[in-house]
């Protein structure tokens, strides 16, 4: 029997066939976003939609096997050039290798904690809609009952002299007024509260997974490529960026992109001297106070580095600095009479105990909110007192010394510890884990690239970061899929009775699996 053969296909057929295939990839993507800026559906089914055609394509046709191999290859040589300092900054492979899977993974659950974001993004609303901040309107629909009425207003709102406005920094509206327009265009239906999670879902998903190549791009900088996008799998899915920041609670998550900005720019600038770098990195010193107050801990600590280094220079970029929060001060003084917004309540005297040991313990270690517990790969930090992790460096000379930045970013963390653990509410109220130490994550996790590195070469070391990844991604799981985090409420309420923080014995990563064991009812 002749075996047949197929033709070969011409030039002009493939190119057909990758016009079509181009134009399924795009409309599928184009409608799943579409989708997704309306509010509208599961985000996990229009994820989904997104990655169908390209994954069918890759699995149907070898050709377009190959030259996918080939450019992750070439992408992936672009980051090796830039640890070296000899390329460009590589967008494709931080956006191939890092920004995209994460999106998709932080979409594809149904996770939604909003929480003291909603407000904002009430005013984000009014914004598009009605060219104001000013969030009454909400108040008169039934749908939003929960928001309270104009004599007793929720907890997220406050009556100013110029009418109900967010009871909470408004730094997020850098990231809910383009989602708000975007979405009005495409005719979401803006006074639903479905609608409203979904987008701030959404936001909160695509800024985290941005913080997170921002990240990857810094990491490179100051460690191969490998090391890393090991430390960036850590941050994803081990830390409070996954549990907290990119399910909803996304105040933290603008402190960490214009943290990383600032550092990127600083390394870019070392290759190519522009005042428009240092433009930048006054803009995002700025554009990073509005987001929340203890910003200005992070804010002061990477000018302290600049100032250090270049005295003349950082004196500019605290200039720019302060007019780039100008707009936000102005508006600030204006609504509500305070530089730091409405928070500023929240730094009375009254609400310090400097002399209790209590709150900076338990932001460290306990079993309900400790950074340590929460992120257990921090400990890798302490290899650092090992003489051969400190000799360890990378095989390519420097002629920056790029490690300066990590005494400050260890400063930025310990002045954040400090100032949570010396609040009082240190437990951050209803929440996941350490929640308000999640702004000084990515400092922290620069600290242990030098240990991930060393580790990284030997079969042992890898096996113990990977056994530490396992770890840290359950403890983060546990509230992402399973709702750990209902035990805030369950059985009391732990703003009323914060000494459930330190039971090892019932801790909230923990609460799934006791509930059922125990029967107890859910918050």
């Not at 005013?123 to 598009?128: F, G």
């Not at 990383?260 to 070392?270: A, H, I, K, P």
């Not at 805030?488 to 090892?504: A, Q, S, Y």
Request: proline fraction near 5%.
């Amino acid at each position: 029997m002749t075996k047949r053969v197929m033709p070969n296909l011409s030039v002009r057929e493939l190119r057909v066939g990758a016009l079509i295939w181009g134009a399924l990839t795009w409309s599928a993507v184009g409608f799943a976003v579409f989708q997704l800026f309306r509010g509208e559906g599961q985000h996990h089914w229009w994820a989904l939609l997104a990655v169908a055609v390209p994954t069918l394509r890759v699995a149907i046709l070898s050709d377009y096997r190959q030259l996918i191999r080939t450019r992750f290859a070439e992408w992936w040589a672009c980051c090796q050039t830039f640890h070296t300092r000899s390329g460009p900054i590589p967008w494709q492979g931080t956006f191939t290798f890092v920004v995209l899977p994460f999106a998709f993974l932080f979409l594809m659950n149904s996770k939604v904690q909003v929480g003291d974001n909603a407000p904002v993004f009430l005013a984000a609303s009014s914004l598009v809609r009605e060219g104001n901040l000013e969030c009454s309107e909400f108040v008169e629909i039934a749908e939003w009952s929960n928001l309270g009425n104009q004599q007793a207003l929720n907890v997220g709102l406050r009556h100013t002299s110029r009418g109900i406005y967010s009871n909470y920094p408004v730094g997020p509206l850098q990231v809910a007024i383009p989602v708000a327009m975007v979405s009005r265009l495409v005719g979401a239906d803006l006074d639903r509260i479905k609608v409203h999670e979904r987008l701030q879902k959404f936001s909160a998903a695509c800024l985290s997974a941005v913080c997170l190549g921002l990240f990857f791009l810094v990491a490179v900088c100051l460690a191969p490529p490998e090391s890393a996008w090991v430390a960036t799998l850590l941050l994803a899915l081990g830390s409070a960026m996954y549990s907290t920041i990119a399910v909803g609670i996304w105040q933290h998550g603008g402190i960490i992109f214009w943290s990383l900005v600032f550092v990127l720019t600083e390394y870019r600038q070392s290759q190519s001297s522009s005042w428009k770098w240092t433009l930048l990195q006054g803009v995002a010193l700025g554009s990073m106070i509005p987001w929340r107050p203890s910003s200005l801990l992070v804010a002061g600590s990477l000018g302290l580095w600049t100032l250090c280094r270049k005295p003349k220079q950082a004196v500019l970029v605290a200039l720019v600095a302060a007019l780039a929060f100008l707009p936000w001060g102005m508006f600030y003084w204006t609504c509500y009479e305070n530089l730091l917004g409405p928070t500023h309540t929240q730094s009375e005297q009254g609400n310090w105990h400097w002399t209790s040991i209590d709150g900076f313990l338990g932001v460290l270690i306990s079993p309900g909110r400790g950074f340590i517990v929460y992120q257990p790969w921090i400990v890798l930090v302490g290899l650092w007192l090992l003489p051969a992790v400190r000799a360890s460096h990378s095989a390519v000379p420097l002629s920056m010394n790029r490690q300066s930045i990590l005494p400050f970013c260890a400063l930025a963390v310990i002045l954040n510890f400090t100032l949570v653990g010396a609040w009082c509410m240190w437990w951050g109220g209803w929440c996941y884990g350490s929640r308000l130490n999640s702004e000084v994550l990515p400092l922290a996790a620069l600290l242990c690239l030098r240990p991930i590195t060393y580790l990284w070469v030997s079969l042992h070391g890898r096996k113990l970061i990977i056994g530490l990844l396992f770890f840290a991604f359950l403890i983060h799981a546990s509230c992402v899929y399973c709702g750990a985090d209902r035990w805030d409420g369950v059985p009391n309420d732990i703003d009323h009775h914060p000494e459930r923080l330190w039971r090892w014995d019932d801790p909230p990563f923990l609460y799934p699996l006791l509930k059922n064991i125990s029967g107890r009812g859910a918050a």
